[in-house]
């Protein structure tokens, strides 16, 4: 799928969390495993993506704002986005008094991250490109972490 360049570095940032959702889907019943996964897929919502989620939650959505009345397409990606953001922070918190995670916690986790990847890329970020501006895009880009900028994009 061709992407704008200037949503290039949040797409690379997902591809790291494709390969932690599917692993954790199969994640088998057993008590390392499970923290294991567990882990690293907190680690990667509460830790990793902090910064890539508060340009989405930011920069995106301030960006698509004035769409969200005239555009019921856009309206439907920004309350979608707003929910799953919110999915993905409820279910990487053990409740309290609660230890270890179930199985069950890391499948929910796991398909709620691997669903959410999928909507960005194939919702949110084609929306962003028909609806933003040139240098909207152009502040996500700048705003996006370095290590995932490639030096030819020339920005």
Same mark, same amino acid.
């Given at each position: 799928?061709?992407?704008?360049?200037?949503?290039?570095?949040?797409?690379?940032?997902?591809?790291?969390?494709?390969?932690?959702?599917?692993?954790?889907?199969?994640?088998?019943?057993?008590?390392?495993?499970?923290?294991?996964?567990?882990?690293?897929?907190?680690?990667?919502?509460?830790?990793?993506?902090?910064?890539?989620?508060?340009?989405?939650?930011?920069?995106?959505?301030?960006?698509?704002?004035?769409?969200?009345?005239?555009?019921?397409?856009?309206?439907?990606?920004?309350?979608?986005?707003?929910?799953?953001?919110?999915? !993905?922070?409820?279910?990487?918190?053990?409740?309290?008094? @609660?230890?270890? +995670? &179930?199985? /069950? =916690?890391?499948?929910?986790? %796991?398909?709620a !991250?691997?669903?959410h990847?999928?909507?960005?890329?194939? @919702?949110?970020? +084609? &929306?962003? /490109? =028909?609806f933003?501006?040139? %240098?909207?895009?152009?502040?996500?880009?700048?705003?996006?972490?370095?290590?995932?900028?490639?030096?030819?994009?020339?920005?």
């Amino acid at each position: 799928m061709k992407r704008a360049k200037q949503l290039q570095p949040l797409s690379r940032e997902h591809h790291l969390g494709l390969h932690l959702g599917r692993h954790g889907r199969e994640c088998p019943d057993n008590p390392a495993q499970i923290n294991q996964h567990w882990t690293a897929l907190t680690n990667y919502i509460n830790k990793d993506m902090t910064h890539h989620f508060s340009i989405e939650d930011n920069l995106l959505v301030n960006a698509l704002m004035p769409f969200k009345e005239q555009d019921p397409e856009v309206a439907a990606v920004l309350k979608t986005l707003e929910a799953q953001h919110h999915e !993905l922070d409820e279910l990487s918190q053990l409740p309290a008094g @609660q230890d270890t +995670p &179930t199985i /069950e =916690q890391v499948h929910k986790l %796991a398909n709620a !991250l691997y669903a959410h990847v999928r909507f960005e890329e194939r @919702q949110l970020f +084609p &929306t962003a /490109e =028909q609806f933003l501006s040139e %240098a909207e895009l152009d502040e996500i880009y700048a705003a996006s972490a370095d290590n995932v900028k490639k030096i030819d994009e020339h920005r």
